[in-house]
């Protein structure tokens, strides 16, 4: 049965109901909160959907190069592992 936990973000109460761990979902409210607390700070802005937004684009931005950095690195481990793989039976072939 999913739990319903309060949590503060900007300044205002939500009730999340989620099938989580409580403590995931308040380290993700505390992110949220944080961002758009930077976002009001950095671009002077008081509107809470105008800061929700540009938060949701911040937020979304890191997700994006996160994934391509972990894409990448997957490729990268993926090559070496063909290479280790060709080695290796190219050194079995040779004895």
Do not use: C, W
Request: aromatic letters at 6%.
């Amino acid at each position: 049965m999913a739990d319903t936990i309060r949590v503060e973000i900007f300044g205002t109460e939500y009730p999340i109901k989620g099938d989580v761990d409580s403590d995931y979902i308040e380290k993700v409210a505390r992110h949220v909160d944080k961002k758009m607390r930077e976002v009001a700070e950095e671009h002077s802005l008081v509107s809470p959907s105008k800061v929700a937004i540009l938060a949701a684009m911040y937020i979304t931005d890191e997700l994006f190069k996160e994934r391509d950095e972990g894409r990448k690195l997957t490729a990268q481990i993926e090559s070496r592992v063909e290479k280790l793989n060709r080695r290796l039976e190219e050194g079995l072939r040779g004895k």
